[in-house]
């Protein structure tokens, strides 16, 4: 393993792991690893789920305990027993689910734990005056009376990275801190970011996001499989290169487009929307999707994406608008009744709307399938065998035992697992939210593959993706939503991602309701 | 960030004012809701009954008749703050009674038997904290081995009912501080400076906070080095000390230990306090709502033996407000998390 | 034989085993069964009768605790059943008339059915949750059991409603072929349609399942008012074998019991995977050690100190942390299941 020279040449670091290793049983999480943060830069660490990222994080930060290797901190040895030793050492970690107390009030959320008290008790004005100040020091205007729990998620997890520097914080570790943000703020995070920086900080930096990492980052470390690939230096490793590190392999279709966009848009569309919307977020969406299309829809964080797919699949009501399929106007009281029209919709949280994790694989892969045969009409088990297998073997689900837990295959192989469950269905259009959020790179191109072949073989997609690469790469048309509303819908093989950032992040911003 | 706070349009000022007031007090609501409940049973049964049921004895009375639930409901209240459940303070009330009358009738100074209770119940308060926190195992669980654990040891105390004539114990409950035609007995002023203690523990110490943290998110206040281990387990041993506690003041009230004492208990203790606004599923709560709630009961309660009806009316009644309430809070929490 | 070992009903089914065993060692009565008049008579037999109302019991308990739900109003229910029996027997002009029994069975089940119902309906179409929801029949029903029986213990002479609980069906005593029947009944009907697979998903993931179409209310509706109709049974049985409508001492304390008969069976508080099997076995165990303590002369009202310790002692053995102890006491030879174990916990985690 050859290791590239510290290109800064910067005395001592403010973090040195050597010989980092972890076990899980017999499974080595982290096996070997190197890792330096010298103070006052932005380090990324790149890898594919399973790398070994969270596992690293997690021995930096207390959570875990190192099998063998050494941490130091200032060049001493440190042997951290929970997360709050670390943060007492200056270690302190915002995570991508936002780890915070939605029930107490913001000022809480950013001093329990360091809050001062006289003889024992708290004061609420001094800490929320406390509070005031790192709030302000972030740009941020909340109160920080109020719960918590009543702010978007973008500002909960703002204020957990208010909590983080509001200590004496030498290395913060940023775990997907920007894939609930929209561009705008993460702007206002980078500038966060630089501002720590320079006074002296190390951040620990993760993302999905090549674009954010190569803006933002003095250094990139990259994992594989548990092992350290190397350590470079952004100038010195382009996109692609970095890639084929994550990947171990040549990844050329990851530039190229899955299928040719159709040329033509057919006449008469499958699924027509006149005026869709509902008061979750949506606000008269017209919509049309043809047979064999991919509609990607693209628009920042709450500009009605998934409130439009909700409202198109019957998860939510529909205050207003009509729908038509096939040109006979349809109402989906449900999402089964929804479903029984062959429109099948996947959640962006895969977790909690997703899988049944204790479920087998067999069984959440004819779920859907059975509830709408109902609960008499069994299907009977070798049919359910069968239909499982050949749709785990067509999706290439790994691993490929049926009767494992779901809850125990890697984040791609369970979206594949709820893809399955609706291809089960048989539908014509499938509404696709985020399906490739939070999944690692080689995964994420097995999904886009998979839907344009869906495409070709006839079946109508809406594709919802934050990553606007993505949704151009995979989709034929692209609707752009701002402000919950739909603001155009354009074929994309004539955009380019600035043309949609550009409708996208438009400054007009049309505040009215109903 | 202003985009982020006017992401969702205000659709006009007024519901904006009151969705912001919702917001903020949302956790307040259901006590208050508990409040006005009690003033309007407190002022409809005075007029009733022609003014004779707000009367300085019988208000005293409510709190003399209810001092021990009173205590048990403010430990139940830490306990379910952090979305657990204390099953056992019935039987560890009806254990701690019924050993303590034993050791009082041996002859004991109640110098030693009355910490002798209160360490008794805050062990089993102990083991149900350790069970729930460093074994894995449900509150629900956990807690019920207290009950079966708490009732079974009540019965090997004694089979029978003990009286006690030790008179520090009596002079609890005979004492009669008196203000007027209002009195306070040394137990009523006990369970007030239980409920004062509690509530001030869980607004401003850290440790309350704490509680609150654990319901809130366990995981999240575990990453925020909140000291959760010791705050969970913590919160048995206070219900369990309760128990003990109100163990003793029913043994003073009833001058007597019986191993039956408090059987069912625990329902009315839980009633109580999510009437008093305290969610079950964590995070939100007030000791002075779970007050309000045993208030509620309490007068529920006289009411009934007001009108001379059957007592087994009172759970029918209790039953029908526990509804009442959690269909309120259902649509209060619905609606701030809607707005959320 | 790991396989054996790791299956679920390994270690529920050899308490069971132990407890009968040390039984008979420690007294030879304890396993002899007599025939007399063509029925079967002994300690085990009457294990198999008495065990009927928990074993129903339990058995709508796991179909709640299944949808992720708890139902603690089955001790208030079997006080309305019974009482509603008891008192249209005890009006009636022929107290001993089939038709009387059959109308006061019926009559019976249908109140519980309807209390079941009420349950679901405040957990599936209001949303509340389901201890809370459950506590309110709870306080209220057996309050309204009294009232149904004017706050006294109504006597009943009825010669053949006393055979429900009593009597011999063949060899065997009716009632252990009534927990028998509604055991089948279930268990086919959960296994057989989809059900149970049902059931499970919605009890794992509510909001996955609807989206997935999966009409979980009811689902939900389904099991509370399983749980209220086989809790009317359970009470129709109890008060067939005292033959007096008790309404503060039928069913009490039996949700807590029946509770601990499924966590016993290994199915979890959490919802989701449930086994009919296990709960069999559960109720077995506590039935049996019920009559244990009864065996070993220990006064019955000293009896929860013995259940206080099986629950800790059972819980203990479910902990993780002990299973860790385990290992490293027991050093290398089973770290093989440790990997699968620790790599669940890492994605539940992650």
């Not at chain 1, 929804?338 to 994790?357: C, D, F, L, P």
């Not at chain 3, 074993?55 to 001790?75: E, Q």
């Not at chain 3, 119902?117 to 057996?142: C, D, E, H, K, Y």
């Amino acid at each position: 393993m050859t290791r590239n020279n510290h290109p800064m040449g910067q005395p001592t670091p403010l973090v040195e792991m050597e010989h980092a290793t972890v076990r899980f049983g017999t499974t080595l999480a982290l096996d070997d690893v190197a890792l330096r943060l010298y103070p006052g830069e932005v380090h990324s660490l790149m890898g594919e789920n399973g790398a070994g990222k969270s596992t690293l994080i997690k021995a930096l930060t207390g959570a875990l305990r190192l099998d063998a290797g050494t941490l130091t901190i200032d060049g001493t040895a440190m042997r951290f027993a929970t997360p709050y030793d670390a943060q007492r050492h200056g270690i302190s970690a915002v995570y991508q689910e936002i780890n915070l107390l939605p029930n107490l009030s913001v000022a809480e959320n950013i001093r329990l734990g360091r809050e001062h008290r006289s003889h024992g008790l708290i004061s609420p004005r001094r800490m929320e005056r406390e509070a005031a100040v790192v709030l302000s020091e972030l740009g941020l205007s909340v109160d920080p009376h109020s719960p918590l729990g009543s702010h978007p998620v973008a500002v909960q997890q703002l204020v957990a990275i208010a909590r983080a520097i509001s200590t004496d914080v030498r290395v913060l570790v940023l775990d997907e801190p920007t894939s609930s943000l929209d561009s705008d703020e993460v702007a206002e995070l980078f500038r966060v970011i630089r501002d720590l920086k320079e006074r002296g900080v190390a951040i620990l930096f993760i993302s999905h996001f090549l674009d954010q990492v190569y803006e933002i980052s003095d250094r990139i470390t990259v994992l594989r499989d548990g092992a350290l690939v190397g350590e470079y230096l952004p100038t010195d490793l382009l996109r692609i290169e970095l890639m084929q590190k994550m990947l171990g392999h040549d990844a050329p279709e990851l530039l190229s487009r899955p299928r040719p966009a159709s040329a033509a848009v057919p006449a008469e569309p499958y699924l027509k929307g006149r005026g869709v919307t509902s008061s979750l977020g949506i606000c008269d969406a017209d919509v049309d999707l043809a047979e064999g299309e991919v509609l990607g829809v693209a628009g920042l964080l709450g500009s009605g994406r998934t409130a439009l797919a909700r409202a198109l699949t019957g998860i939510d009501a529909l205050d207003r608008g009509e729908l038509s399929i096939d040109g006979r106007p349809v109402r989906f009281a449900s999402p089964r009744a929804a479903m029984k029209h062959r429109v099948a919709y996947s959640s962006e949280n895969r977790r909690t709307e997703g899988i049944v994790g204790d479920l087998s694989v067999l069984d959440n892969i004819t779920l859907a399938l059975q509830a709408q045969r109902g609960v008499f009409r069994k299907i009977p088990p070798a049919r359910q065998r069968e239909l499982a297998a050949s749709w785990a073997e067509a999706l290439r689900i790994r691993p490929s035992d049926l009767d494992r837990p779901v809850r125990t295959l890697s984040g791609g192989n369970q979206q594949k697992v709820m893809l399955a469950r609706l291809l089960a269905l048989s539908p014509r259009v499938l509404v696709l939210d985020e399906p490739t959020r939070g999944i690692d790179v080689g995964a994420k191109v097995e999904v886009q593959n998979l839907v344009a072949d869906l495409a070709t073989n006839g079946l109508s997609v809406v594709f919802i993706s934050a990553e606007l690469e993505e949704v151009l790469r995979v989709s034929d048309r692209v609707a752009v939503l701002r402000d919950e509303r739909v603001v155009d819908t354009l074929e994309s093989a004539t955009l380019t991602v600035d043309a949609v950032l550009a409708l996208v992040a438009s400054p007009e911003t049309t505040e009215e309701g109903e | 960030m202003t985009a982020v706070e006017t992401e969702k349009a205000p659709r006009n000022a007024v519901f904006a004012g009151i969705d912001t007031f919702v917001n903020r007090h949302a956790s307040v609501l259901p006590t208050v809701a508990a409040a006005v409940i009690l003033s309007v049973l407190l002022v409809g049964a005075n007029i009733r009954f022609d003014g004779r049921f707000l009367t300085p004895g019988n208000i005293s009375a409510l709190l003399l008749n209810n001092a021990f639930l009173m205590v048990l409901a403010v430990g139940m209240t830490f306990v379910i703050v952090t979305a657990g459940i204390d099953l056992s303070v019935g039987s560890v009330m009806g254990f701690t009674g019924i050993l303590g009358a034993s050791m009082l009738s041996g002859g004991v100074p109640a110098i030693v038997v009355i910490p002798t209770m209160l360490v008794a119940g805050a062990l089993i308060g102990l083991l149900i904290g350790v069970l729930v926190q460093y074994f894995n195992v449900q509150p629900f669980i956990a807690s019920l081995a207290g009950l079966f654990l708490g009732r079974g040891l009540a019965y090997v105390v004694s089979l029978n009912s003990i009286r006690v004539e030790d008179p520090v114990v009596l002079w609890l409950q005979t004492t009669r501080f008196r203000l007027g035609d209002w009195y306070i007995t040394p137990t009523g002023i006990i369970a007030l400076v239980v409920v004062a203690i509690g509530a001030l523990v869980m607004q401003y110490t850290r440790f309350g906070r704490t509680v609150y943290a654990v319901g809130g998110s366990e995981s999240s206040a575990e990453l925020m080095g909140l000291k959760v281990a010791r705050t969970k387990v913590m919160v048995y041993v206070i219900s369990g000390l309760c128990g003990g506690l109100a163990g003793l003041l029913l043994t003073a009230f009833s001058g007597a230990g019986y191993p039956r004492y408090g059987i069912g208990t625990e329902l009315d203790v839980i009633a109580t306090v999510v009437i008093g606004g305290t969610l079950l599923a964590g995070g939100r709560g007030y000791v002075l709502g779970s007050m309000i709630g045993v208030f509620v009961f309490a007068t529920i309660t006289t009411i009934i033996s007001f009108m001379g009806a059957e007592q087994s009316w009172t759970h029918i009644i209790v039953g029908g407000l526990l509804l009442l309430f959690i269909v309120v809070q259902r649509a209060i929490v619905a609606r701030t998390s809607r707005t959320g | 034989m790991t396989a054996i070992i790791k299956h679920r009903l390994f270690w529920p089914a050899s308490a069971l085993v132990v407890l009968i065993t040390v039984n008979m060692l420690a007294n030879a009565s304890f396993a002899r069964i007599t025939v007399r008049d063509g029925h079967l008579y002994g300690a085990l037999i009457d294990i198999l009768r008495q065990s009927a109302p928990l074993m129903l019991v339990a058995l709508g308990m796991t179909l709640v605790i299944a949808t992720r739900g708890i139902d603690l109003s089955v001790g208030a229910i079997m006080a309305v059943s019974g009482a509603v029996a008891l008192t249209i027997i005890d009006g009636s002009e022929d107290p001993g008339g089939f038709g009387t029994i059959m109308i006061a069975i019926l009559v019976a089940l249908l109140v519980s059915l309807v209390l079941g119902a009420w349950n679901g309906f405040l957990v599936s179409v209001l949303g509340i949750q389901p201890i809370i929801a459950t506590l309110v029949l709870m306080l209220a029903g057996r309050g309204t059991a009294l009232l149904i029986t004017s706050g006294e213990i109504t006597t009943v002479v009825s010669a053949p409603f006393k055979q429900i609980a009593s009597g011999y069906l063949v060899i065997l005593p009716v009632a252990f072929f009534i927990w028998v029947a509604a055991v089948v009944v279930v268990g086919v009907v959960e296994r057989r349609t989809a059900l149970g697979m049902l059931t499970e998903a919605v009890g794992i993931n509510p909001e996955a399942s609807r989206l997935a179409g999966v009409r979980s209310r009811g689902i939900i509706w389904t099991a509370y008012i399983a749980s209220g109709v086989l809790a009317g049974v359970a009470g129709i049985i109890y008060s067939s074998n005292t033959m007096a409508a008790d309404a503060n001492s039928a069913g009490y304390l039996i949700e807590l019991y029946a509770i601990l008969a499924v966590v016993l069976g290994g199915t979890s508080l959490m919802g989701g995977k449930f086994s009919i099997a296990g709960t069999v076995i559960g109720v077995l165990i506590v039935q049996t050690l019920e009559s244990t303590i009864l065996f070993l002369g220990v006064a019955p009202a000293k009896s929860p100190v013995f259940f206080a310790l099986v629950v800790i002692f059972v819980v203990l053995v479910q902990s993780p942390r002990v299973h860790r102890w385990g290992r490293s006491v027991f050093g290398s030879s089973r770290t093989s299941s440790a990997p699968d174990e620790d790599a669940e916990k890492k994605e539940v985690a992650a």
